[in-house]
T-cell receptor
Framework: QQPVQSPQAVILREGEDAVINCSSS?????VHWYRQKHGEAPVFLMI?????EQKGHEKISASFNEKKQQSSLYLTASQLSYSGTYFC???????????FGTGTRLQVTL | DTGVSQDPRHKITKRGQNVTFRCDPI?????LYWYRQTLGQGPEFLTY????????KSRLLSDRFSAERPKGSFSTLEIQRTEQGDSAMYLC??????????????FGSGTQLSVL
């Protein structure tokens, strides 16, 4: 079952922060985050395994709440290069493949 | 690391024709995936290979679709008797084949299929 992302779209000014949420109706083994720029391939950002860990990648970090079956991606002090569509992907077991959400379009403006 | 390459980048075909796409994964990657993506949607899983073995196919994959990965290197995805609903971006991804829930996928730039 496809994870649900919110918001569907967000527009930011450079330097502002954003949070993108991903929730699943099933118990999760891991959550993955990818960014796709228009006309390009999705690019890996990070994986979070069950256990409630939080990870960071420069000014982009994420958390995973296993009990709530939710993950959030935090973008701080956004830059123009952050523009793109962010997808979360969920894995429900060690033998299951990645299922992507519908995406969140992020646009950072001057 | 030359990345995942897909060929062709674009394909326009008439309804009813057969098309074949090719994917060359990163050389040391033993797992290869095919995804389909339509405008405004996330990539949708189609099938995957562990080396040359096709281990899973989506229920969405009709019998008009067939994928191969001979010798565990490049892969081909063939669509027979194309329909307008097949129009989409077909993405290939590869990985080192770690634990399924804990692997980083490297995507190619995709093949954009338009069925007229």
């Amino acid at each position: 079952q496809q994870p649900v992302q919110s918001p569907q779209a967000v527009i930011l000014r450079e330097g502002e922060d954003a949070v993108i949420n991903c929730s699943s109706s099933k118990a999760l083994y891991s959550v993955h985050w990818y960014r796709q720029k228009h006309g390009e391939a999705p690019v890996f950002l990070m994986i979070l395994l069950k256990g409630g860990e939080q990870k960071g990648h420069e000014k982009i970090s994420a958390s995973f709440n296993e009990k709530k079956q939710q993950s959030s991606l935090y973008l701080t002090a956004s830059q123009l290069s952050y523009s793109g569509t962010y997808f979360c992907g969920t894995v429900t077991g060690t033998a299951s493949k990645l299922t992507f959400g519908t995406g969140t379009r992020l646009q950072v403006t001057l | 690391d030359t990345g995942v390459s897909q060929d062709p980048r674009h394909k326009i075909t008439k309804r009813g024709q057969n098309v074949t796409f090719r994917c060359d994964p990163i050389s040391e990657h033993n797992r290869l995936y095919w995804y389909r993506q339509t405008l405004g949607q996330g990539p949708e899983f189609l099938t995957y290979f562990q080396n040359e073995a096709q281990l899973e196919k989506s229920r969405l994959l009709s019998d008009r679709f067939s994928a191969e990965r001979p010798k565990g290197s490049f892969s081909t995805l063939e669509i027979q008797r194309t329909e307008q609903g097949d129009s989409a971006m077909y993405l290939c991804a590869s990985s080192l084949g770690q634990e399924l829930g804990n692997e980083k996928l490297f995507f190619g730039s995709g093949t954009q299929l338009s069925v007229l």
